[in-house]
Structures are given as C-alpha cells and as structure tokens.
C-alpha cells in the first residue's frame, strides 16, 4: 500500500511554518525576498511554495530547514520550537490549549 502524496504537519513542523511566517513577517518581508535569500544559500524555494509553507499544505525537508534558519540568522533548533517570544504564551500555552497569537498548542500530559 503506497502512502498519501499529502500528510498534515506535525507539531515540529507547525512550529517551522509559524515560525518561517511570524519571522518573515516581522521583519516586513515579502516572498519575493525570502526567494532571493534563499537561492543565495542555494536552495530555491519560489513564492508560491513559501506561500504553501506558511498555509501548511508544503513540508519543509531538511535542506529547506537548514537553508531556512540561515536566512533567519537562527539555529535550526529555533525553527523548530515553539516561539518562545510570543508575548501571549512565551511558547508554553497551558496544556490542552492552543495560544491565539502564535498558534502554539500544547497536547494535554498523560493521566490529564
């Protein structure tokens, strides 16, 4: 049996693409500009694949991880976290919650 050609993301991948749209956006750039730095790191990602990255319907493979995080100026593991500088949250919404502002949501703990 072949797998599905579209799985939904998972929670370190939700955390990229929130991530990826909320530095993007911040900082006032476009997808024009995210294209343009990332083929300087050699790895091109047009604007409409930045657009289904930030819509969740496009994964990020680890080359676009590592590529990402380069033209953020972050580690490849702040990409993946939740956003620790969401000033509603600060990455850690109650568990069973999701934070309104960043879409960060915790799973409910075992036994909860």
Known sequence: ?????WRPL???GNNVRRNVRRLRERRGWGYGH????????GRAITTLGLSAI?????LVDVDDLVALAAVFGLDVEELLRPPLDC????GAPPAGFMCMECET???RTAGA
């Open 1 to 5: 049996m072949s797998e599905p050609a």
């Open 10 to 12: 998972g929670p370190a």
């Open 34 to 41: 995210v294209e343009e730095r990332l083929a300087r790191e």
């Open 54 to 58: 930030d819509s969740g319907e496009r």
């Open 87 to 90: 000033d509603t949250c600060h």
């Open 105 to 107: 949501s915790a799973l």
